[in-house]
């Protein structure tokens, strides 16, 4: 088992707070002339730099802003629409992630209808939704997939299983997503010059997933992993790679991640999934970037099996600069309706929502 | 019969025996056995402190307690919180029919074990039975009595720059006891509830330091609700030190995997005190004299700062705002 307070030593903290100071020191970086932009695309990865106050111990060159990682905040209110009509009818178990829960859409939450009476329950895993329908084989039961390469192999490894057993009243929203093409449509035109790569997504996908970022891209980047020490010494990987003037991808979180792919995982997810277009809140429609169900488990997708929820549609709140935020041209405490019109408890998008949106991170960590 | 009935909450022959063999058994002294519509109990002069609590949790059951213990504890813990001697309780339960008699026996056996611990007795009581599908096997309602030879200013108005605050142990043990039986979450070893009576605790402070400003049991919200609420109320900002709050590693882990702060986390045998600083040593040693306060530990102090507010200071020289939690915990995706 691994320590982690070693990797939250306040002496091992101090140490690579120095080492990041030197670099920024490096002329290369000082002709910059500017704040060096690094971006994190992990939600896990923006709470923990909020937790640990990371920004406030940085030195001014560098500038660190949240991207689209966060699986609940990028996800539509369309789609929420119709997760809502789902949930609300009377055959139906609805299950999903807690953090979805309180996002608002504009006929309100999955909270609110569960207060309302519909049968919503809070699941841990796909597996725990499955288990659900096995126990309640006269009920509807609908698993809300949400989530990048994390949790798109147990959302596979569940329809597997249904199949496997014939468990025929388990179905999905499937609303996955995949990282990579995302970023390339983000990072060419963005201000971002070093990117810290989600330590989760490639523990499944491998780091070589993310080679792209710098050997297509040519924006230097790492690998990291969520402890503050994980973080500083990614953003160290990154300076040096910049510094080098060969923009390199580095991994810097080797303890839980490779370079190749989780064989198991990632072939569960090719063989339930195939990529589709998906929607991104902030970030609009973005080829091949979602995973939609393949013919053969076709009858598990919930939208087929409720026609009449699929139609419903919805909008995002167009006073809302979550999509700002979310393409890393905001800052949250830049927004005007931050911490005024929204807060945690009347969020107006979903960056406020999710613990690991940047808006609940900036609202619940800021600094005094 | 192993089952609760309908008529069991119908005031006759069934309901009469469920009196006779379980509650008389499980609870019986003098003044609950007089059955009468009410009971009629002696205090000592001065003062008398109630409250009133209901208990809803799901599960009944789960690791360190259940809720028999809760509902006697969580009315004890608010009257010791005034300064109060509890004394009295009374017991009201909502039963929904078919519920299995021997998790209300069970149940029951928990309440009298709390309540002799705790040194108080239950008095009264009600019950009544629901229709199946109408509630959540059991509800219990408990209302307290309690004794105060005068009142004690705990109204937190007094709270000033420099008062130091205590926390008598690890902190969100309940929440996650609860949780993790409730989501079936199979940690081992599963994390316990620290429900306990606090009243013998909250004594030993107020014996030594009848001078504490402020007493709390930090329940729904944790300690991050408790301390906005005295901050607010004082006007001045309270700052905590993460290093120095008192947490079980396995609830600490828990609560990283879930996605938790451990400050919304509830408690329901752990109490905050806030005291002038020239006393924090003598508080900290009466409470670590007592069994449910062993790891006691000052947390922090109240600032000048006049914006009262609730910050927490992080081991790399940084601070951050805690606010006051916003709803429901939800755990967190990945």
Redesign the interface.
């Known amino acids: 088992m691994i320590d982690l307070s070693k990797r939250?030593s306040?002496q091992l903290?101090?140490e690579l707070k120095r080492q990041i100071e030197l670099l920024c020191q490096n002329e290369v970086i000082l002709a910059y002339n500017r704040p060096l932009v690094i971006m994190e695309v992990c939600g896990?990865h923006t709470?923990s730099i909020?937790?640990?106050?990371i920004k406030?111990?940085l030195p001014k060159q560098l500038k660190l802003v949240s991207g689209p990682g966060c699986?609940?905040c990028v996800t539509t209110n369309d789609i929420l629409e119709k997760a809502l009509a789902v949930a609300c009818c009377p055959e139906v178990i609805f299950t999903s992630?807690?953090?979805?829960?309180?996002v608002p859409a504009a006929s309100g939450s999955l909270?609110q209808r569960k207060s309302e009476g519909a049968d919503i329950r809070?699941v841990?895993s796909p597996l725990?939704a499955l288990k659900i329908a096995a126990e309640n084989p006269s009920k509807q039961v609908v698993f809300f997939a949400?989530?990048f390469e994390?949790?798109a192999p147990t959302t596979a490894a569940a329809i597997e299983k249904a199949a496997e057993k014939q468990i025929k009243n388990f179905s999905v929203i499937s609303v996955h997503k995949t990282m990579p093409e995302a970023l390339k449509l983000l990072l060419p035109d963005s201000k971002v010059d070093g990117l810290l790569c989600p330590g989760?997504v490639a523990a499944v996908t491998g780091a070589a997933a993310f080679d792209f970022v710098a050997s297509e891209l040519g924006k230097a980047s790492a690998v990291a992993g969520f402890e503050?020490a994980d973080i500083m010494e990614a953003i160290i990987a990154i300076l040096q790679s910049i510094i080098s003037g060969r923009p390199v991808l580095v991994n810097s979180y080797p303890r839980f991640v490779k370079t190749e792919a989780s064989s198991y995982a990632v072939a569960a997810m090719n063989r339930v999934f195939k990529p589709c277009d998906a929607t991104w809140r902030g970030l609009g429609s973005i080829p091949a970037s979602g995973l939609a169900l393949r013919e053969e488990f076709a009858a598990f997708d919930a939208l087929k099996r409720f026609p009449e929820a699929a139609q419903v549609t919805g909008a995002d709140n167009p006073a809302c600069r979550c999509g700002s935020v979310l393409r890393g041209e905001l800052d949250p405490g830049d927004c005007p309706l931050m911490g005024k019109v929204c807060?945690?408890?009347s969020p107006a998008g979903a960056c406020m929502v999710?613990?690991?949106g940047a808006c609940a991170a900036y609202?619940?960590?800021?600094?005094? | 019969m192993d089952r609760i009935l309908l008529a069991h909450g119908s005031g006759g022959k069934l309901y009469h025996q469920l009196i006779e063999e379980v509650f008389l058994p499980a609870f019986g002294n003098k003044h609950l056995n007089q059955l009468n519509d009410s009971a009629v109990c002696p205090v000592a002069n001065g003062l008398i402190a109630m409250t009133t609590d209901s208990f809803v949790v799901q599960p009944l059951f789960f690791p360190g307690g259940d809720i028999g213990r809760l509902a006697v504890c969580g009315t004890v813990n608010d009257l010791a919180m005034s300064g109060a001697t509890p004394r009295y309780l009374t017991l009201g339960m909502i039963i929904e029919a078919d519920f299995p008699f021997a998790d209300l026996k069970k149940i029951c056996a928990s309440i009298a074990e709390a309540a002799s611990e705790a040194g108080v007795q239950i008095v009264t009581g009600d019950t009544k039975v629901v229709q199946k599908g109408h509630g959540d096997g059991i509800y219990i309602n408990t209302a307290g009595v309690g004794e105060l030879s005068e009142a004690l200013d705990l109204s937190q108005r007094t709270i000033e720059a420099g008062d130091v605050i205590i926390c008598s142990g690890e902190i969100a043990s309940h929440g996650i006891a609860v949780m993790a039986a409730r989501e079936g979450l199979g940690l081992k070893p599963a994390p316990l509830s620290d429900v306990a009576p606090l009243n013998g605790l909250a004594k030993a402070l107020l014996t030594v330091v009848p001078q504490t400003k402020a007493l709390r049991d930090p329940t729904r919200g944790g300690l991050a609700s408790t301390l906005n609420e005295w901050a607010e109320k004082a006007g001045l900002t309270i700052e905590i030190e993460e290093e120095a709050l008192p947490i079980n590693k396995g609830v600490a882990a828990t609560c990283e995997l879930l996605g938790l702060d451990p400050l919304y986390v509830a408690n329901e045998g752990k109490l905050l005190a806030c005291v002038p600083a020239e006393s924090a040593d003598i508080a900290l040693a009466a409470l670590r004299s007592h069994q449910y306060g062993v790891k006691a530990a000052i947390i922090g102090k109240v600032t000048k700062d006049t914006a009262g507010r609730l910050q927490l200071a992080t081991p790399y020289g940084g601070t951050r705002i805690i606010d006051i939690p916003a709803g429901e915990l939800l755990p967190r995706i990945c």
């Open positions: 939250r306040p903290i101090n896990t709470a909020y937790r640990y106050g406030s111990i699986p609940v992630f807690g953090d979805m829960m309180r909270l809070i841990y725990d949400i989530g994390t949790t989760h503050p807060t945690p408890a999710s613990g690991e609202y619940k960590y800021r600094l005094k």
